[in-house]
C-alpha cells in the first residue's frame, strides 16, 4: 500500500483547486463539477495528488491534518505569491515561530516552513503533519498502512517515501482529543498495490487499531476507516 492522495473538502473546489494548483505547480488532472484533482509530480519524487471535492459542511476550527508547504530561502517568496493569490495570514496562537501560518481561500490553515535538514527539495510539500493521540501507537499503524519508512532523528516523529523523497508524514501529538462525530477537512488516501485484496487490507488495518466508518453516501468502490486517533483514511483497491 503506498498513499496516494491527500483530500481536502471544498465549498467550491474549482476556486480552492485554482489556488492549489497554481501555488503548488501542480497539474489538473481531473475537472468535474464536483471534483478537481491536481497532480504534484516534480523531479525525483513520488507522485501525491490533492484532491477537492464538494462538502458543504464548515472546517473544524482545529484541523487535525495540514499542508506545510517548502519554504526554506524562498519562504518569504512563497508567502507573497500565496497572499496574491487569495491567501490571508492566520493566528492560531502560534506566537513567535519560524514558519509563517497561513490561510487558504476557504480558510483551511497551512503552513510555509522555514529551512530543516529533513525537509527535502524536490516537492513543494515538505510535510503533512497530522494530529496522533499516541504517537508511538499511530507511528506503527501508518508504517504499515503507508508504505512509507520511518526517518531517524526527526521530531515529531515521522515516515517518508521509501524513495527518500518527498514530503513527511509528521505523527504530532494531538493537543485535544478529536471531537466526537466530527470529520476531518483533510484525508489521507491509501492505494492497494498489485494483487493485494480489499477485504484483507481492510481487516490488517482493524488489527492495528483502525475502525470502519458508517456512512450514507451509498455504495463505494474504496472503505472508508479512521485510524487509530480518529483519523478518515480511505482504503482504495489496487489498479491491477
Given at each position: 500500500m503506498q498513499i496516494e492522495n491527500v483530500v481536502l473538502d471544498a465549498a467550491d473546489p474549482h476556486v480552492l483547486g485554482a489556488f492549489w494548483e497554481t501555488l503548488l505547480g501542480g497539474r489538473r488532472v481531473t475537472?468535474?463539477?464536483?471534483t478537481v484533482e491536481v497532480r504534484i509530480s516534480p523531479d525525483g519524487a513520488p507522485v501525491l495528488d490533492?484532491?477537492?471535492?464538494?462538502?458543504?459542511?464548515?472546517?473544524?476550527?482545529?484541523?487535525?491534518l495540514h499542508l506545510d508547504l517548502l519554504g526554506g530561502d524562498a519562504q518569504d517568496e512563497v508567502v507573497v505569491r500565496a497572499l496574491g493569490l487569495g491567501a490571508r495570514h492566520l493566528d492560531i496562537g502560534q506566537g513567535d515561530v519560524p514558519w509563517v501560518v497561513l490561510a487558504d481561500p476557504e480558510g483551511n490553515p497551512f503552513c510555509v516552513m522555514?529551512?530543516?535538514?529533513?525537509?527535502?527539495?524536490?516537492?513543494?510539500v515538505a510535510a503533512l503533519p497530522l494530529d496522533s493521540a499516541d504517537v508511538e501507537r499511530d507511528l506503527r499503524f501508518?508504517?504499515?498502512?503507508?508504505?512509507?519508512?520511518?526517518?531517524a532523528g526527526v521530531v515529531p516523529s515521522a515516515l517518508r517515501h521509501p524513495s527518500g523523497h518527498g514530503p513527511l508524514l509528521e505523527i504530532c501529538p494531538e493537543e485535544r482529543p478529536?471531537?466526537?462525530?466530527?470529520?476531518?477537512?483533510?484525508?489521507l488516501d491509501v492505494r492497494l498495490e498489485g494483487d493485494e485484496d480489499l477485504d484483507?487490507?481492510?481487516e490488517r488495518a482493524l488489527d492495528l487499531g483502525a475502525a470502519l466508518v458508517e456512512h450514507d453516501w451509498g455504495p463505494l468502490p474504496w472503505r472508508v476507516l479512521t485510524d487509530p486517533s480518529g483519523n478518515e483514511v480511505c482504503l482504495l483497491p489496487s489498479r491491477g
Amino acid at each position: 500500500m503506498q498513499i496516494e492522495n491527500v483530500v481536502l473538502d471544498a465549498a467550491d473546489p474549482h476556486v480552492l483547486g485554482a489556488f492549489w494548483e497554481t501555488l503548488l505547480g501542480g497539474r489538473r488532472v481531473t475537472d468535474e463539477p464536483d471534483t478537481v484533482e491536481v497532480r504534484i509530480s516534480p523531479d525525483g519524487a513520488p507522485v501525491l495528488d490533492l484532491c477537492l471535492t464538494t462538502v458543504p459542511e464548515p472546517a473544524p476550527s482545529h484541523p487535525r491534518l495540514h499542508l506545510d508547504l517548502l519554504g526554506g530561502d524562498a519562504q518569504d517568496e512563497v508567502v507573497v505569491r500565496a497572499l496574491g493569490l487569495g491567501a490571508r495570514h492566520l493566528d492560531i496562537g502560534q506566537g513567535d515561530v519560524p514558519w509563517v501560518v497561513l490561510a487558504d481561500p476557504e480558510g483551511n490553515p497551512f503552513c510555509v516552513m522555514e529551512s530543516r535538514p529533513e525537509y527535502r527539495a524536490g516537492s513543494p510539500v515538505a510535510a503533512l503533519p497530522l494530529d496522533s493521540a499516541d504517537v508511538e501507537r499511530d507511528l506503527r499503524f501508518w508504517t504499515a498502512l503507508s508504505g512509507w519508512a520511518p526517518v531517524a532523528g526527526v521530531v515529531p516523529s515521522a515516515l517518508r517515501h521509501p524513495s527518500g523523497h518527498g514530503p513527511l508524514l509528521e505523527i504530532c501529538p494531538e493537543e485535544r482529543p478529536k471531537p466526537a462525530g466530527e470529520k476531518n477537512r483533510l484525508h489521507l488516501d491509501v492505494r492497494l498495490e498489485g494483487d493485494e485484496d480489499l477485504d484483507d487490507a481492510v481487516e490488517r488495518a482493524l488489527d492495528l487499531g483502525a475502525a470502519l466508518v458508517e456512512h450514507d453516501w451509498g455504495p463505494l468502490p474504496w472503505r472508508v476507516l479512521t485510524d487509530p486517533s480518529g483519523n478518515e483514511v480511505c482504503l482504495l483497491p489496487s489498479r491491477g
